[in-house]
């Protein structure tokens, strides 16, 4: 196409100058035959046609395109299904679509709930934000390296081989997003909730949310509520026994304050953590059926994976850990992926703002980056004596947890 019009454009333009020379030196000698001059008009006015039809074609042809890699730039990061869609990215993070991909990472499943105190936990449809900053980040800033356009096009969509189960509040979008930096390691962005709230859509449905992948690169995905929802083990071991599981476990005692810090970021009324913690503030009785603490007794959500899973397919990250050591437990991590060790101490560096380490390069950039402001929240201060109560509360559950996994996290 391009040829074609530039060749007719020089035409018209080379005679339309040789016309006006014509013109201009024989202006007084003698007058320009009419039929010259529409000639020349004639071909200027081609001219202008072609070459107005070409960027008109030129433009239009560029949109699809751009929307296409859009779209599969989207697939690839947040998981959603976009290609025959035509829903746009921004409409779909914005307003959230039936029964699809949640940007929350908090959602407390039946196994343990209570009607009553759950309510206060009740996220499902409020807390689309959790984990914006992240998700958001990677539509932001495309990556545009020759490496990822690559990956982006060719490989197909896998079912995950291994995902990271939970527990909510320990540090499981910390996890994504370090392992993310592994070439070996492609993993989608949001949450997909596919064994606790998403299980009808089906298999197909859940492989679609997934990125593509290239021979020996591992898809991974992470949803925190899968630990604590009953029915997931078996659901998870029916798509593939071979499922490596990651559990990122913190202090059950903060664990329960930043949940409900969490709540209370978009529930301000919602009664103080004091007066939720006890069934009976007298008695000292902990009130079990709040999620908040329910989450925490990992002894107990163990025993249902145990069902399904050897020890040896579950790895526990310590979110204590992954805090002051990132790189010492993604050394862990990938020996257990069975990855090389690329992630290490040099893709860390100690943000003193934040408190908290961040990436020197995040995936698919070449600037550093913390998680966002959703993570790392200041704690409200809680009565010293109830988070004593908590602790002798947590101790046995937490020995017997420390015995399952032969691992003594230090809570106590
Ligand atoms: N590097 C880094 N940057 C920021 N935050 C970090 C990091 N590593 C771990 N953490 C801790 O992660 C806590 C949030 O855990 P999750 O990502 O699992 O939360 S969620 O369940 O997905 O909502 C979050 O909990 P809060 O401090 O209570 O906000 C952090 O303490």
């Not at 490989?155 to 540090?171: H, N, R, T, Y």
């Amino acid at each position: 196409m391009t040829l074609p019009v530039c060749l007719v454009g020089l035409w018209c333009v080379q005679t339309g100058l040789m016309e006006y020379s014509l013109i201009s030196h024989n202006r007084y000698a003698r007058s320009f035959s009419p039929v010259k001059k529409k000639l020349v008009l004639l071909g200027i006015m081609l001219f202008l046609w072609v070459y107005m039809a070409y960027s008109c074609v030129g433009y239009c042809s560029t949109m699809p395109s751009m929307m296409v890699d859009y779209r599969a730039k989207e697939t690839q990061t947040a998981g959603k299904r976009t290609d025959n869609s035509g829903v746009d990215l921004m409409s779909k993070l914005l307003f959230k679509p039936q029964g699809w991909v949640d940007l929350e990472t908090d959602y407390d499943e039946p196994p343990i709930r209570t009607a009553s105190r759950d309510l206060l936990n009740d996220e499902v449809e409020i807390d689309r934000t959790e984990d914006w900053d992240e998700i958001r980040g990677e539509h932001k800033s495309p990556d545009q390296s020759p490496m990822s356009s690559f990956s982006n096009g060719s490989g197909s969509k896998k079912l995950p081989q291994a995902i990271i189960i939970g527990v909510k509040k320990g540090g499981t979008r910390a996890l994504l997003e370090f392992l993310r930096v592994h070439p070996d390691i492609r993993a989608v962005g949001a949450e997909p909730h596919f064994f606790d709230r998403n299980y009808d859509n089906g298999l197909d449905w859940y492989r679609d949310l997934m990125p593509k992948t290239l021979e020996g690169q591992i898809t991974m995905e992470k949803t925190p509520s899968y630990f604590v929802t009953r029915e997931a083990p078996a659901r998870i071991s029916a798509m593939s026994r071979d499922t490596k599981l990651i559990v990122v476990v913190r202090d059950p005692v903060t664990r329960a304050i930043s949940d409900y810090t969490q709540t209370l970021s978009k529930k301000p009324d919602i009664p103080t953590f004091e007066s939720l913690t006890f069934r009976n503030r007298t008695t000292g009785l902990i009130d079990t059926s709040w999620s908040a603490i329910q989450i925490g007794i990992y002894a107990k959500h163990l025993e249902n994976w145990l069902q399904y899973f050897p020890m040896s397919q579950i790895l526990f990250v310590s979110g204590e850990r992954l805090i002051s050591d990132p790189a010492g437990e993604l050394g862990r991590v990938q020996d257990f992926l069975g990855l090389k060790r690329i992630i290490t101490d040099k893709h860390f560096y100690f943000n003193q703002t934040k408190g908290f380490p961040c990436l020197k390069k995040a995936e698919g950039s070449s600037k550093p980056h913390c998680l966002g402001k959703t993570k790392g929240r200041t704690h409200p201060n809680i009565n010293p004596e109830v988070v004593q109560r908590l602790r002798d509360f947590y101790r046995p559950f937490n020995m017997k947890f420390y015995q399952m996994t032969g691992h003594n996290f230090g809570w106590d």
